[in-house]
T-cell receptor, first 114, second 115 residues
Framework: EPEVTQTPSHQVTQMGQEVILRCVPISNHLYFYWYRQILGQKVEFLVSFYNNEISEKSEIFDDQFSVERPDGSNFTLKIRSTKLEDSAMYFC????????????FGSGTRLTVV | AQTVTQSQPEMSVQEAETVTLSCTYDTSESDYYLFWYKQPPSRQMILVIRQEAYKQQNATENRFSVNFQKAAKSFSLKISDSQLGDAAMYFCAYRRQYNNNDMRFGAGTRLTVKP
C-alpha cells in the first residue's frame, strides 16, 4: 500500500538553528499538509498546499515557517530559527482529492529543540 | 470555526468487550466529513473509519462502527470484540466537504485494553 514517507524520524537541533523536515507524499496525491503534535496534546493544523502554493495556514504557521515542493516529489517544511516550543511531532499528510478521502499521514518526525 | 470535542481523555475496556468513544463537533456547515484516527505508540496516524455527513447510514469497518447523529452533532466510535492491538490514542476529526481545508482534530481519547 502506498505510504507517505517522512525523514528524519527524529531530529535534535539547537535553539535558533534552521531545520528542514522532509516528506515524500503518495505520488498521485495533489493536496499536501503539515500538522504538528506537541507531546500529550492534540494534533494541530499548520498548512495546506495545493498546485504549488499554500492554500491555507493556521496562526501557528508564522514567518518562521515555510513550505516547498521543490522537485515534484518532496514536500518540505522549514523552520528558520527554531524555538524550544517548536519541539513536537510533525506529521506530513497527503490526499488525492478534496472530496471525502481521509488523509494519509506519514509516520512523523520528532523534532527536539535544545 | 469548527471545533471537535472528545470529552473522555481516557477509557479502558476488557479484551473481547465493546467500548464506545464519544465525539461531538460544532459546525454551521451542512456538508462535511468525519473521521476517526488511531495513533498507536509508534505515533503514526492511521485512518480507522470515515463518515459522510449526507449519508444517514452509519459507517462500519469490520469491528469498528460509528453512531452518527447529525442533529446532535455527535459521532461516536464503537469498537466491538476489543483486541490488545486496539490500545492507542483515538482522535476524532472533522473536515468540510468542498474545500481542501484543514482537518480539525479533537484532543484524543487514550484507550487501554485489559487482557
Amino acid at each position: 500500500e502506498p505510504e507517505v514517507t517522512q525523514t528524519p524520524s527524529h531530529q535534535v537541533t539547537q535553539m535558533g538553528q534552521e531545520v528542514i523536515l522532509r516528506c515524500v507524499p503518495i505520488s498521485n496525491h495533489l493536496y499536501f499538509y503539515w500538522y504538528r503534535q506537541i507531546l500529550g496534546q492534540k494534533v494541530e493544523f499548520l498548512v495546506s498546499f495545493y498546485n504549488n502554493e499554500i492554500s491555507e495556514k493556521s496562526e501557528i504557521f508564522d514567518d518562521q515557517f515555510s513550505v516547498e515542493r521543490p522537485d515534484g516529489s518532496n514536500f518540505t517544511l522549514k523552520i528558520r530559527s527554531t524555538k524550544l516550543e517548536d519541539s513536537a511531532m510533525y506529521f506530513c499528510a497527503s490526499t488525492y482529492t478534496e472530496v471525502n478521502y481521509g488523509y494519509t499521514f506519514g509516520s512523523g518526525t520528532r523534532l527536539t529543540v535544545v | 470555526a469548527q471545533t471537535v470535542t472528545q470529552s473522555q481523555p481516557e477509557m479502558s475496556v476488557q479484551e473481547a468487550e465493546t467500548v464506545t468513544l464519544s465525539c461531538t463537533y460544532d459546525t454551521s456547515e451542512s456538508d462535511y466529513y468525519l473521521f476517526w484516527y488511531k495513533q498507536p505508540p509508534s505515533r503514526q496516524m492511521i485512518l480507522v473509519i470515515r463518515q459522510e455527513a449526507y449519508k444517514q447510514q452509519n459507517a462500519t469497518e469490520n469491528r469498528f462502527s460509528v453512531n452518527f447523529q447529525k442533529a446532535a452533532k455527535s459521532f461516536s466510535l464503537k469498537i466491538s470484540d476489543s483486541q490488545l492491538g486496539d490500545a492507542a490514542m483515538y482522535f476524532c476529526a472533522y473536515r468540510r466537504q468542498y474545500n481542501n481545508n484543514d482537518m480539525r482534530f479533537g484532543a484524543g481519547t487514550r484507550l487501554t485494553v485489559k487482557p
